[in-house]
Structure formats: structure tokens, C-alpha cells
């Protein structure tokens, strides 16, 4: 199977406090901070997308690995936010971080489970023999309607991986699950997404997600314990918590990847992002059980081991992601709306 | 009228700061350089592209108040004369941080961003920018 041959993330500096929005909503903000777990929310800038976040993270993952640009024969970019509705963020990627014209292309959908979708595509690629390395990407802006549960949780990120045969961590396997379940959508022109309120729980969160992990570690032989690490989807830092605890994980195994509570549910990077924040201090041996979810519904599940290459890898040549998370810049409601574009200016 | 042809030959060394060096006489240029001012002639099929790092310093900055109607919802931002580690100086938006952050000498690094869009339906042109390290 494939390996990660290097991973990135980027997460925008401009953050919001739950307080804040529930300042503005006349909400009670200990029932954000408390029920849902988000004590803050990233806010990318005025001139960031998900092509820029793209942009950045892919640097990153570039940065920290020898192998070549040359060798990179895919790019798969999976959002809910691409900045066109046509033109494949992709495309301008390709330019933007310099790899070569020779390239698998595409961009990927599946809400918060677009990224991995990427990555399983670009393992495809990898153990068919028909590329040697490839990048995938997942990366969002999202938002919520004003007023709406959601907005104290859709932010902004984006992780990076390049797939190829020989890396730092093995992917071991994995597993996806899929059914019709209406629990979030968005329907084509619409600025804000509709979602089914107590019914993105049970349904669609937690019986993807729990089946995911359960049926990996059927396939694997393997227990909670046999794992060092464990990140799920996090649309909140109440659900993670939840499935964590039923599939029988403790605290230390996710803490180190839960971060929704701070920069908020970035969508397809949501998972990832966790992800990357485990690989930024995993050590050669460490065995990870990532679950990734998108609302439609589906899960992707990934068994990883990290390898004895993570030790002569150049993690420090790109930021981390916790030191990314510890240099926010504050803003409140009035400036959070207007970066977003949610003021209504002349002629529009 | 439509600036996406002039946008679109730029977009190498506006997304990746691409120069050109002569081959010649060793100068970097940026903006990219079809001939070396220098070695003119000389220079003829000896200039060769060469990516910048985006690393460099703040030589010269201004902070703009009373921006074009694109920029109003940065307004106030930075606008910056860097020396690069390269050499070359470019001129670029100093982004995320307030006015009062940057001195003459602040150490700074590209970062790709969207520049400008052509209205809500034209082309969005992205490049580059600088951040305070
Ligand atoms: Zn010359």
C-alpha cells in the first residue's frame, strides 16, 4: 500500500470567540462553549480562499520533503468552497505551486469528506503503478448563515498530503461507507448551506463514523489500544468527543488531534488537519486510526503506521500546526462579516 | 475591457515569483526580463528563469488610507518595497498584521493571495504578497 510521503497545513490567523458571536446572536455563550466544545473559530482573510489555503499548505508539504516536484503526477483537491463553480482549482495549483504540466487533475466534492476522498484517489494512482508521487489536498471557507448553530463552527484551513510509495508513515488500509442520508446540503447558488438540525447526529455523524472505525478495526484485527492516536471528523468538539468514548478510545489518544475547539470544523481539512497536528510529534511506530465523515453521508476511515523515515524528515522546515494555532489575531463580529463578505456594498 | 490575457502571461511570476537571470553577467531581474539591460545583445537566449525564495526585508512602506473601491474592505493596508534575499526589489501588500507591526527591516516572506477579481462574474487574479515572519 501507499505511504505519506509528506504532509502540510495552513490555517488563517484572524480567529473569532464564541462570546463574540453570541454577543451579537444574544446567546448564551456557556451553551457553545460547553455543549458544542468551541471556544473559537478561524476567519480567513479578506483576500483568502481555498485556492490560496490550497496554495499554502501544498507549499508546506512541499517544503519538508527532498523528492522532487517532478515526480508529482496527480493533484486532487477536495472542497465545498472551491473558488469557481467552473475551473478547477486544480489547474491554477498546478501553476501556483510549480508542479509539472504532466498531471492528473481534478477537483472533489463530498463536503467535509472531500480531501480524503483525494487522498484515497491518489493511493489509487499510486498502487496501480501508474504515478509515483501525488498530492491531495483538503481544503474550505466555509460558512454558516448568519445567526445559525453553524456559525460559531465553519471556519477556515487546509492540509495537504503527497501519497507515494516510499514515506514516513504506511497506510496500512482503508475503508469507506456510504449511504443517502440528508442530514447537510447546499443547493447550487445558494450562499449558505441547509442541514437537519438534531438529524445530523445519530443518522448521519455518528452511525458513518462509529461504522468506519468499527469495520477498519474488524478488517484489521486491531483494538483501541492498539492504537496511539485516534482523530475523527469533528464538526464540534462535542461529537469526536462522543465517538471517541463509544468506540472505546481514551483522551490521550485524541487530544493531540481534536482542535475544532479552537479554530472551529474546517470542513475537508477537518479531519486532516487533526491528522497533521498527530504526524507534527508522531514518533516511528506510532499506529493512527483517522476517520474523516461528509455529510450526505459517508465516511472514509485510513489505518496508518508512522515508520522509522519520520525521524530524518524535515518537519521543522514548514510550521506546525500548533504553532500555526498559537498566532491568531482577534476580531470581532462587525470585522468578521466583512471579511467574509457578508455586508451587501454598493452596485451588488 | 478584459485583462485576463495580460493576467494570464503574468501568472507564473505573479503566483511564484519567477524571475530571470542573465547568464551573462549573473544579474537577477524582477519582473522577468526578456533582455538584460546591462548585456543587452549578449544577453540574447541567456536569460533564464529562476524562481525567488520570498524571503526579504521591508525597505520602504506607506500605509494607505483612502484606497481604489476593490480595496475598500482592506482599507487601511500596507504597501511595501521589499528587498529580497535574491536582490531584486519588489513592490507588494503586507498582509495580516496592523500598520503599527511593520518597521523598515521587518523580516518577511511571500505568501500567495487573491489580488483582484474582475466584478462577481469575471476571472479572480491571484499573487503574490508578504507576511511579517
Ligand atoms: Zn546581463
Given at each position: 500500500m501507499s505511504s505519506i510521503v509528506s504532509y502540510g497545513s495552513y490555517v488563517p490567523r484572524y480567529r473569532i470567540r464564541a462570546e463574540e458571536i453570541a454577543r451579537v446572536w444574544g446567546e448564551d455563550p456557556e451553551n457553545i462553549k460547553g455543549g458544542l466544545m468551541i471556544y473559537s473559530k478561524s476567519v480567513p482573510g479578506p483576500d483568502e480562499d481555498v485556492l490560496t489555503i490550497s496554495a499554502e499548505a501544498g507549499k508546506n508539504a512541499i517544503k519538508r520533503t527532498d523528492v522532487s516536484k517532478k515526480t508529482i503526477g496527480a493533484i486532487f483537491v477536495g472542497s465545498e468552497s472551491h473558488p469557481y463553480a467552473v475551473k478547477p482549482t486544480a489547474s491554477i495549483l498546478v501553476e501556483a505551486l510549480g508542479l509539472p504540466n504532466d498531471i492528473h487533475s481534478a477537483d472533489y466534492?463530498?463536503?467535509?469528506?472531500?480531501?480524503?476522498?483525494?487522498?484515497?484517489n491518489v493511493m489509487g494512482l499510486v498502487d496501480s503503478g501508474m504515478i509515483e508521487n501525488g498530492m491531495a489536498i483538503g481544503a474550505d471557507t466555509s460558512q454558516g448563515a448568519p445567526g445559525d448553530a453553524l456559525e460559531y463552527s465553519a471556519s477556515a484551513g487546509g492540509t495537504a498530503f503527497i501519497i507515494g510509495k516510499k514515506g514516513i508513515a504506511e497506510i496500512n488500509k482503508t475503508y469507506s461507507f456510504t449511504t443517502d442520508t440528508p442530514d447537510f446540503w447546499r443547493r447550487e447558488g445558494?450562499?449558505?448551506?441547509?442541514?437537519?438540525?438534531?438529524?445530523?447526529?445519530?443518522?448521519?455523524?455518528?452511525?458513518?463514523?462509529?461504522?468506519?472505525?468499527?469495520?477498519?478495526m474488524e478488517m484489521q484485527g486491531t483494538k483501541p489500544e492498539d492504537y496511539d492516536y485516534a482523530v475523527f471528523h469533528q464538526p464540534n468538539g462535542k461529537f469526536p468527543t462522543r465517538a471517541a468514548k463509544m468506540l472505546g478510545f481514551k483522551d490521550e489518544q485524541v487530544k493531540d488531534g481534536l482542535l475544532?475547539?479552537?479554530?472551529?470544523?474546517?470542513?475537508?481539512?477537518?479531519?486532516?488537519?487533526?491528522?497533521?497536528?498527530?504526524?507534527?510529534?508522531?514518533?516511528?511506530?506510532?499506529r493512527i486510526l483517522a476517520v474523516a465523515f461528509g455529510s450526505g453521508a459517508g465516511s472514509d476511515a485510513f489505518d496508518i503506521t508512522v515508520n522509522d523515515s519520520i525521524k530524518s524528515y524535515k518537519r521543522d522546515r514548514a510550521p506546525g500546526v500548533m504553532e500555526q494555532i498559537n498566532r491568531p489575531i482577534w476580531i470581532d463580529y462587525a470585522n468578521y462579516v466583512k471579511y467574509r463578505g457578508k455586508i451587501i456594498m454598493r452596485g451588488e | 475591457?478584459?485583462?485576463?490575457?495580460?493576467?494570464?502571461?503574468?501568472?507564473?511570476?505573479?503566483?511564484?515569483?519567477?524571475?530571470?537571470?542573465?547568464?551573462?553577467?549573473?544579474?537577477?531581474?524582477?519582473?522577468?526580463?526578456?533582455?538584460?539591460?546591462?548585456?543587452?545583445?549578449?544577453?540574447?537566449?541567456?536569460m533564464k528563469e529562476e524562481e525567488?525564495?520570498?524571503?526579504?526585508?521591508?525597505y520602504s512602506y506607506t500605509v494607505v488610507h483612502d484606497g481604489?473601491?476593490?480595496?475598500?474592505?482592506?482599507?487601511?493596508?500596507?504597501?511595501?518595497?521589499?528587498?529580497?534575499?535574491?536582490?531584486?526589489?519588489?513592490?507588494?501588500?503586507?498582509?495580516?498584521?496592523?500598520?503599527?507591526?511593520?518597521?523598515?527591516?521587518?523580516?518577511?516572506?511571500?505568501?500567495?493571495?487573491?489580488?483582484?477579481?474582475?466584478?462577481?462574474?469575471?476571472?479572480?487574479?491571484?499573487g503574490y504578497k508578504f507576511i511579517l515572519k
Amino acid at each position: 500500500m501507499s505511504s505519506i510521503v509528506s504532509y502540510g497545513s495552513y490555517v488563517p490567523r484572524y480567529r473569532i470567540r464564541a462570546e463574540e458571536i453570541a454577543r451579537v446572536w444574544g446567546e448564551d455563550p456557556e451553551n457553545i462553549k460547553g455543549g458544542l466544545m468551541i471556544y473559537s473559530k478561524s476567519v480567513p482573510g479578506p483576500d483568502e480562499d481555498v485556492l490560496t489555503i490550497s496554495a499554502e499548505a501544498g507549499k508546506n508539504a512541499i517544503k519538508r520533503t527532498d523528492v522532487s516536484k517532478k515526480t508529482i503526477g496527480a493533484i486532487f483537491v477536495g472542497s465545498e468552497s472551491h473558488p469557481y463553480a467552473v475551473k478547477p482549482t486544480a489547474s491554477i495549483l498546478v501553476e501556483a505551486l510549480g508542479l509539472p504540466n504532466d498531471i492528473h487533475s481534478a477537483d472533489y466534492e463530498f463536503a467535509c469528506k472531500a480531501g480524503t476522498a483525494a487522498i484515497q484517489n491518489v493511493m489509487g494512482l499510486v498502487d496501480s503503478g501508474m504515478i509515483e508521487n501525488g498530492m491531495a489536498i483538503g481544503a474550505d471557507t466555509s460558512q454558516g448563515a448568519p445567526g445559525d448553530a453553524l456559525e460559531y463552527s465553519a471556519s477556515a484551513g487546509g492540509t495537504a498530503f503527497i501519497i507515494g510509495k516510499k514515506g514516513i508513515a504506511e497506510i496500512n488500509k482503508t475503508y469507506s461507507f456510504t449511504t443517502d442520508t440528508p442530514d447537510f446540503w447546499r443547493r447550487e447558488g445558494e450562499k449558505y448551506p441547509s442541514h437537519g438540525g438534531r438529524f445530523t447526529g445519530e443518522p448521519a455523524y455518528f452511525k458513518h463514523v462509529l461504522t468506519g472505525a468499527k469495520r477498519m478495526m474488524e478488517m484489521q484485527g486491531t483494538k483501541p489500544e492498539d492504537y496511539d492516536y485516534a482523530v475523527f471528523h469533528q464538526p464540534n468538539g462535542k461529537f469526536p468527543t462522543r465517538a471517541a468514548k463509544m468506540l472505546g478510545f481514551k483522551d490521550e489518544q485524541v487530544k493531540d488531534g481534536l482542535l475544532t475547539p479552537y479554530i472551529g470544523n474546517t470542513y475537508s481539512s477537518s479531519m486532516i488537519i487533526g491528522l497533521s497536528a498527530i504526524l507534527d510529534k508522531a514518533e516511528p511506530g506510532d499506529r493512527i486510526l483517522a476517520v474523516a465523515f461528509g455529510s450526505g453521508a459517508g465516511s472514509d476511515a485510513f489505518d496508518i503506521t508512522v515508520n522509522d523515515s519520520i525521524k530524518s524528515y524535515k518537519r521543522d522546515r514548514a510550521p506546525g500546526v500548533m504553532e500555526q494555532i498559537n498566532r491568531p489575531i482577534w476580531i470581532d463580529y462587525a470585522n468578521y462579516v466583512k471579511y467574509r463578505g457578508k455586508i451587501i456594498m454598493r452596485g451588488e | 475591457m478584459s485583462e485576463v490575457p495580460r493576467f494570464w502571461r503574468e501568472s507564473k511570476h505573479r503566483y511564484r515569483l519567477v524571475g530571470t537571470r542573465c547568464e551573462n553577467c549573473g544579474n537577477l531581474y524582477f519582473p522577468p526580463r526578456d533582455i538584460c539591460p546591462t548585456c543587452r545583445r549578449e544577453s540574447i537566449n541567456k536569460m533564464k528563469e529562476e524562481e525567488l525564495s520570498g524571503e526579504g526585508e521591508v525597505y520602504s512602506y506607506t500605509v494607505v488610507h483612502d484606497g481604489l473601491e476593490q480595496f475598500k474592505m482592506q482599507v487601511p493596508y500596507i504597501i511595501a518595497i521589499i528587498k529580497t534575499k535574491e536582490g531584486p526589489l519588489i513592490t507588494g501588500q503586507i498582509v495580516d498584521c496592523n500598520p503599527d507591526d511593520v518597521k523598515i527591516g521587518s523580516q518577511v516572506k511571500s505568501t500567495l493571495r487573491k489580488v483582484r477579481t474582475e466584478g462577481k462574474s469575471g476571472i479572480i487574479q491571484y499573487g503574490y504578497k508578504f507576511i511579517l515572519k
